[in-house]
């Protein structure tokens, strides 16, 4: 199965060498290396404050349906695809300069938003590779975008992030689905146990070589691009009483089919390359066109019913 070429050590060095446009070398380069690049000040703070402030809006708009929702101490949990709502949000990928000339020359092409996650405080997920859930074919062509839409330091769950540890040679994932679900057992997109037995795998091969992991805290506007292979987290919060708004967005070349874990442990399966879905074009770039929002992966909406004035 064929590697797109930022996995293949001498593609790596050529592309950078020769392909790569000027302003985004540095980038590129540090991205390759660590596995995830943090480019301070992406989006201005005027953007950030305003989306905040949007999102308070949508808050209050739709108080009824989101209150079955609300977490012990106060906060939402995570809210997928409001974008398809608020579609301002998009902002923080199409305005989002530096960020789309590192994903467009690492693709090859156009990069697009597939889905999104909104988060009002940190996520306090253990390490952990997305590539189970956004698995491509050809495979690994996906990214990571995160924006801190606030300040973000030890105490409100910074992202953590192994830094090298999507150099490590990727395990056998046909042997673990067998071990997990057993010989012959068909592979369910969703599968906990599976899941749980990769991601703590990759964890013990990373620490028995000796990487890192740390927290990346920054500053309002900052975006962090990681790696389909980087295993990254979000840190303990220390105050729960603070928020650590901030928005993910997973991003793939336009066009390209996303499967989950049936895919992702069945290596040498076939699956159709293209997407079923069709895009909305704002400013320039597009996003898919997916039919639901949902609230913590619990209650689905159209995105019209949520939609603001
Ligand atoms: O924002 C965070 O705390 C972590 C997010 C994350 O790990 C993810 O969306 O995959």
């Given amino acids: 199965m064929s590697l797109p070429w930022f996995m293949q050590p001498d593609a790596r060095e050529v592309a950078l060498s020769r392909l790569c446009p000027p302003g985004v070398r540095p980038i590129a380069n540090e991205f390759l290396q660590k596995g995830f690049i943090a480019i301070p000040g992406s989006v201005s703070d005027a953007i950030c404050d305003h989306l905040v402030e949007r999102f308070r809006t949508f808050e209050r708009v739709?108080?009824?349906?989101?209150?079955?929702?609300?977490?012990?101490?106060?906060?939402?949990?995570?809210l997928v695809n409001i974008h398809l709502s608020m579609p301002e949000l998009f902002d923080l990928f199409s305005q989002n300069r530096q960020a789309i000339a590192l994903q467009d020359f690492l693709l090859g092409g156009e990069t697009c938003l597939y889905t999104s996650l909104f988060y009002e405080r940190g996520s306090a997920q253990p390490l952990h590779r997305d590539t189970p859930y956004f698995c491509t074919r050809p495979e690994y062509r996906y990214f990571g975008v995160w924006v801190a839409?606030?300040?973000v330091d030890e105490d409100n769950g910074p992202l953590m992030v192994m830094e090298g540890g999507h150099l490590l040679p990727e395990l056998d994932r046909a042997a673990i689905a067998r071990e997990v679900l057993g010989e012959g057992a068909p592979i369910p997109p969703d599968s906990m146990p599976l899941f749980d037995t990769y991601q703590k795998r990759v964890v013990e091969q990373g620490r028995a070589l000796g990487l890192k992991v740390y927290n990346v805290p920054v500053r309002k506007g900052t975006t962090i691009i990681w790696h389909p292979q980087l295993p990254h987290g979000g840190a303990p919060i220390r105050d729960l009483k603070r928020t650590r708004f901030s928005f993910v967005m997973h991003t793939t070349p336009e066009g390209a089919a996303v499967y989950h874990q049936h895919a992702f442990f069945a290596p040498e399966k076939h699956f159709p390359e293209h997407a079923p879905w069709k895009y909305i074009s704002r400013d320039g770039r597009k996003y898919a066109r997916h039919k639901l929002v949902s609230f913590a992966h619990q209650q689905n909406y159209a995105p019209e019913e949520l939609a603001l004035a």
């Fill in 149 to 151: 839409l606030e300040d």
């Fill in 62 to 78: 739709h108080a009824d349906k989101l209150a079955p929702f609300r977490l012990a101490d106060g906060h939402w949990p995570r």
